[in-house]
């Protein structure tokens, strides 16, 4: 499998927002599936400052190979002058789920 396939995380204003980028990533073909969690509280340094925000947390399955134009897609539609846009690697997962996966994609 070579870490062919990732688990995106973005962070979003609310829900809408995640919503709104989980369809055109879907409609893209960019992402197979988008868990959205909200809300998350979330606690960062921004601006020389301590901050906490509620926030959605989108766990999306998508390919290595799709991440740049996935990650410019999220850029486009986010609300966030600096987004959180992560990918981490499966490392394995069900035959027949992966296939799933594959096939959802472009």
């Known amino acids: 499998m070579e870490n062919r396939y990732i688990v995106v995380l973005v962070t979003t204003a609310n829900k809408q927002e995640a ?6 990533l879907l409609e893209a073909k ?3 599936c988008a868990n ?4 998350v509280t979330s606690h960062f340094h921004w601006s ?3 901050e906490k925000a509620q926030e959605c947390l989108m766990l999306m399955k998508s390919r290595r190979d799709l991440f740049e134009k996935l990650a410019e897609t999220v850029k486009a539609l986010h609300s966030y002058d600096v987004p959180e846009i992560l990918a981490l690697p499966i490392v394995d997962g069900s035959k027949a789920y992966l ?3 594959d ?3 472009t």
Do not use: F, N, T, V
């Open 36 to 39: 959205i969690i909200d809300p």
């Open 48 to 50: 020389g400052k301590m």
């Open 103 to 105: 096939s959802c994609l």
């Open 30 to 32: 960019l992402i197979a």
């Open 99 to 101: 296939d799933w996966l």
């Open 19 to 24: 919503e709104k980028i989980a369809q055109r």
